[in-house]
T-cell receptor, first 112, second 114 residues
Framework: EDKVVQSPLSLVVHEGDTVTLNCSYE??????LLWYKQEKKAPTFLFML????IEKKSGRLSSILDKKELFSILNITATQTGDSAVYLC????????????FGTGTRLKVLA | SQTIHQWPATLVQPVGSPLSLECTVE??????LYWYRQAAGRGLQLLFY??????ISSEVPQNLSASRPQDRQFILSSKKLLLSDSGFYLC?????????????FGSGTQLSVL
């Protein structure tokens, strides 16, 4: 069965802390792994990863994929209260057509 | 640039009433379209996807249905809502035709069935 598992489910940190969010997956015909940030409504895109070992970086956020061990991590350094959100990991794969399955998300709360 | 519109933003419906949620995409042609549902505190569950007009695939058996009457229009429907249909519904699109793109989401519909 195709699945995506995220950990931890929730996390509370203080401003300035560094956090690491985990995503492991089991799918056939892997295409890419994506990270999204969901604050109140629609998830917004953060990163798409297709190759192992190549770090994607955007400001204080970075992510890397390990296709051998089937996982990805999302790092956030020097966290701010605006980073508080649910972070979703999704895996795109081919099964007849192109599909995306999502993990349950990690709820991050950053305290001032 | 591409945009996706989804409405209504919120909906409160009695059990047994019909449902119609609409989603349209602008600025692209022949997109793959998706309907997801997110229960409170849960991840996104894929309900339906479509690769073209009239082509609908269902992921989860339920009392919901989907239709794609035009290339960039995707509709989620029900004849009779159940309490368990409550949730946050998201429409999404990606560029089709084999391109390895990402999923873009509409703003979502919060559905409460009472």
């Amino acid at each position: 069965e195709d699945k995506v598992v995220q950990s931890p489910l929730s996390l509370v940190v203080h401003e300035g802390d560094t956090v690491t969010l985990n995503c492991s997956y089991e799918v056939t015909n892997f295409r890419s792994l994506l990270w999204y940030k969901q604050e109140k409504k629609a998830p917004t895109f953060l990163f798409m990863l297709t190759s192992s070992g190549i770090e994607k970086k955007s400001g204080r956020l970075s992510s890397i994929l390990d296709k051998k061990e089937l996982f990805s991590i999302l790092n956030i350094t020097a966290t701010q209260t605006g980073d508080s959100a649910v972070y979703l990991c999704a895996v795109a794969f081919t099964s007849g057509t192109y599909k995306y399955i999502f993990g349950t998300g990690t709820r991050l709360k950053v305290l001032a | 640039s591409q945009t996706i519109h989804q409405w209504p933003a919120t909906l409160v419906q009695p059990v047994g009433s019909p449902l119609s949620l609409e989603c349209t995409v602008e600025g692209t042609s022949n997109p793959n379209l998706y309907w997801y549902r997110q229960a409170a505190g849960r991840g996104l569950q894929l309900l339906f996807y479509s690769v073209g007009i009239g082509q609908i695939s269902s992921e989860v058996p339920q009392n919901l249905s989907a239709s794609r009457p035009q290339d960039r229009q995707f509709i989620l429907s029900s004849k009779k809502l159940l309490l368990s249909d409550s949730g946050f519904y998201l429409c999404a699109w990606e560029a089709g035709q084999g391109r390895n793109e990402k999923l873009f989401f509409g703003s979502g519909t919060q559905l409460s069935v009472l």
